[in-house]
Every structure is written in structure tokens, then in C-alpha cells.
């Protein structure tokens, strides 16, 4: 079967999240994603104003 890198990259990611977790109970399971999406946040606001301090320019 064909695997795109986009797809390649997926299960990448899904192995890592993988090994981080796997020795996890419910509760830091979810400490865990609540933590990463809050990273994932903060990255994020940090594009947006940097992407319009661009525009501004």
C-alpha cells in the first residue's frame, strides 16, 4: 500500500504520543492532552502575532 508523507508523518507522530503514554492512567492521560493542547495554544497565539506584527510592517 502506498503511504504519502503526509501519512508517513501521522503515524510518526501517533508512535511518539504512543511511547509518551503508554504507561499512563486515565487521569494523566488527560493532564497530559490538556497540557499539550494548551502548548498548542500558546504557539499558536505566538503565530498570530507575529504573522500580523508582519502585516503591520
Do not use: D, N, W
Not at 21 to 32: A, Q
Amino acid at each position: 500500500m502506498f503511504e504519502t508523507s503526509a501519512m508517513k508523518e501521522l503515524h510518526r507522530i501517533q508512535e511518539e504520543i504512543y511511547e509518551e503514554t503508554k504507561g499512563m492512567t486515565p487521569e494523566e492521560l488527560i493532564r497530559y492532552f490538556e497540557e499539550t493542547a494548551k502548548k498548542v495554544e500558546r504557539e499558536l497565539e505566538e503565530l498570530k502575532k507575529k504573522k500580523k506584527k508582519e502585516i503591520i510592517q
